[in-house]
């Protein structure tokens, strides 16, 4: 029986966090991406999958330039109970094309200045000193 017990402690995890499809404009960033989902544009969705990276960098003629996502995966928050950054994991890139006219309508244009700029997921600040001469 004890063989059996690390199988079915695996079998009630994987329930824990069923698979979803996301449809969405992604926009690539240093090995990272970032999602905005069609059905809600007003969070952020960091997706850390090399594969979808690489694939994006490929495609794409621009830096930060958009792209219609289908994905499979397991979403997900990082952080406390109470929040903190959304993730996306991916299982599968169903579909990658060029965004369509149209095509995630709440999703505006440009999304370039929302996203975020260092690898922590938060807005890099340059701090401006000043110099004090008395």
Do not use: W
């Amino acid at each position: 029986m004890r063989r059996f017990e690390p199988i079915l402690i695996a079998t009630l995890l994987l329930g824990c966090h069923p698979t979803t499809d996301v449809h969405g404009i992604y926009v690539g960033d240093d090995g990272e991406g970032t999602l905005f989902p069609c059905d809600d544009p007003t969070i952020i969705v960091r997706v850390p999958d090399s594969t979808l990276a690489a694939t994006y960098r490929l495609m794409v003629t621009e830096p930060h330039q958009p792209v219609f996502v289908h994905l499979r995966g397991v979403s997900g928050h990082a952080g406390s109970i109470y929040g903190g950054p959304r993730y996306f994991l991916v299982h599968q890139v169903v579909e990658i094309r060029a965004r369509q006219t149209g095509e995630c309508p709440k999703v505006t244009r440009p999304v370039s200045p929302v996203l975020p700029s260092s690898s922590t997921g938060q807005p890099n600040k340059r701090l401006k000193l000043a110099a004090r001469v008395d």
